[in-house]
DNA sequence: GATGAATGAGATTTCATTCAT
DNA sequence: AATGAATGAAATCTCATTCAT
């Protein structure tokens, strides 16, 4: 009971958060303006995040965990079809994820920004005592793995012919991905126009730019030019 | 200040700027650090650049500079081969200076998230008045235009068949790069492995991708798979 | 905060301001220091009073609410006495107040300095959004007031014999005690010699001086020479 | 030659000081605001006058000399009137002056002010250090010492009765004047009405109220009332 | 001696975060 | 657990004053 209640304050924080984070973004936001649509004070909001940065990171849990909710929709709805077909819908899946939430968005790739192995000591102490940022480590790789799995499955179904490893295929995808998003946020949304382009249409050549890269062998040692 | 001896100055500032910059990140960076490697003291430093912001666009533009630079050295040395070759070669620029350039990459990134264009209130007043980011404005789509440029040349002696707009082409490719450079701001370099897998190949096969790409004709109304 | 408390929080800040101004001069003093000295920070500091003028200002409403308090009682005190007494009385209060309170003279002082009635451009924003400025105008007037009363009082019950306008008899009777707190300011205190003349003997001469003018009508048309 | 051409420099300095002062007061004036007046630079401005103290020190010393230089017109103009009517005819000297050079006699207020007998540790340094102050020390006296010197001679005539030392009578004078034009600085000029008092009315009661104590022994060991 | 640039000291502001009740 | 007040760190600004050329 107690427990229960403490989930759903701090889910209407995280959602408080959401707004003022998507109107003014991250940085502009203000702890004090959180509290005051979340109907709290910013003493209460500190006893529930820690931190903004928690704050932020339980926003970007929320988002992940959303995007995986999708991706396991898309894996069941697809468990019947090739592994090229999930493998895909994945894709698109997350490039949709993208468009329709904004914020999430920002904050996952924020996020993957953030985690820079190599450098701990540029974490700031807030960051590391965030338990939602040690929740989002434990299951940041889930999706690259989901998406493995099914480019895996691929291959076993013969739909998949590339014969590079699954996680390498996977991280390819998600460059592109990420890339997508990164115009989109710089653009607006889906319907938006950037040079006279439509982000749908760069959506799709993402989704048939992978699926030749899903059905082809591609030799990444041929020299292309001479540096 | 005679303009020439300004700048010198500004670009002292700058190279200062980024070292701090790169050892302790933008938020954790402190102007009177900045001001102290430049050896000069706060106050001159805010009569150069008139805010922290403004002083991390003057890098950010710099980067820039540097990047549009290699640009043109990629287009004058490849002027004589195909404009595939150039196109490519202009992709891998993009990649080689994101890895070498840490500093530069992260600061161009999070310019290329700034810059949401209809959100003028996301933008902090400093950011607003910062003539760096007036000047970001004004150039910014050039990276585009130029490896456009390239794409159109590729199709008129042939080597690039793809027929689509060449912005459209030029936008795709840097959905990719941009892609691959956050994935490096996110592992560290060219020699990172990340799942095992080496920076170095997902580079080659990103230009692969693209050289698929830019070959062939793509069909992006298919539809690949029902939602 | 209650209102009982934040007053208490503000005296116990306007007393650590005037024991600094006092040892430094308002110049020379820093808002560190008051903060310092009563125990908080300064930016604490900055909530209380917006500025050193404000804070300044509210000494010097302070020093005000003092003197008025003095008349007050001065006035209760010999409110059976004729009122040349009571006028004199209070002329008297004045400058002992002056030579009690250094600090308060000389905020006084100032603070008929500043306001210069036409002027309003010489004033600071910081001055101009002084709350406690406001009331220092709302009330500097009190003084002569209290003043005229008594001096009408004494028309009535025949004590002053002088036809003037009781404001204006105030407002000389005012001229000869700045005139002498100002004097004062300049010298140290009622012991101080100056010129071999000891401060008391002039603040007796001034009462002298003001009792004469009282009990007496005078002919200010009167040409004393020509210029 | 060389001389005087940089005491011409210097007046034309500080007569745009003056213009300066008086538009904004001292506080708030800025030494680029003066040199820009002058039509030289702020370094220049510094190479004349060491500091915005000094600078404000000379401008005093020229009010004073100019005062001074009023004084002695008035005793050589009445120097075969009694002594009374010269006296009274500097006073009047004083106030006019009061009123028609605004900054002069807001700078002698303010210098008589700063010379503190007691606190030399409240002086700045640039105080200290300041030509022009210690000019103005040596000389500060000499206002009080014409005026007693008058008021000598109007005893030998017979004219003045007052049996005190005439240097006490000077500074009774004096007292009554700084308050005229403190007041006059708080209202604006003589023809101002401050409580639909006329200045000129108040100047003339002083000067009648300054010749009834010259004309009259008072006592001023006379209790005048219980404190 | 004149100039543009720089310094130094301190005022003021902004917020995330913490304390006391 | 909630609240109002306070803290601390750093950004930013203003100017008198000084430096370097």
Redesign the interface.
């Known amino acids: 009971m107690k427990e229960e209640k403490r989930i759903n304050k701090e889910e209407s924080i995280i959602t408080a958060a959401e707004k003022v984070f998507n109107?003014?973004?991250y940085?502009?936001a203000k702890m004090e303006e959180v509290a005051k649509l979340a109907g709290i004070t910013k003493v209460t909001l500190y006893t529930y995040f820690q931190s903004k940065e928690n704050l932020y990171m339980a926003l970007t849990y929320r988002g992940f965990q959303k995007l995986l909710n999708g991706y396991y929709q898309i894996i069941d709805k697809?468990k019947n079809?090739p592994g090229l077909?999930s493998s895909?819908?994945l894709l698109?899946k997350f490039m949709d994820f993208s468009t329709e939430n904004f914020v999430y968005n920002?904050a996952l790739?924020n996020y993957?920004?953030?985690?820079?192995?190599?450098d701990e000591n540029?974490l700031?102490d807030a960051l590391k005592e965030s338990i939602y940022f040690k929740k989002m480590q434990d299951i940041h790789?889930l999706i690259?793995k989901l998406s493995a799995k099914e480019i895996l499955r691929g291959k076993s179904d013969g739909s998949i012919i590339n014969s590079?490893?699954p996680?390498?295929l996977s991280?390819?995808a998600?460059?592109?991905?990420?890339?997508?998003s990164?115009?989109l946020?710089?653009?607006?949304n889906e319907d938006t126009t950037?040079?006279?382009?439509k982000m749908k249409?760069?959506k799709?050549?993402?989704?048939?730019?992978a699926?030749?890269?899903l059905i082809?062998n591609?030799?990444?040692?041929?020299n292309?030019?001479e540096?």
């Open positions: 109107k003014v973004g940085k502009n697809y079809e077909i895909l819908a698109n920002e790739l993957f920004s953030t985690i820079r192995s190599a540029k700031t790789n690259f590079f490893d996680m390498f991280l390819h998600w460059t592109m991905i990420i890339g997508y990164k115009v946020a710089a653009s607006g950037i040079f006279h382009i249409d760069l799709n050549l993402i989704l048939q730019t699926k030749i890269v082809n591609i030799d990444i040692e041929e292309l030019f540096l």
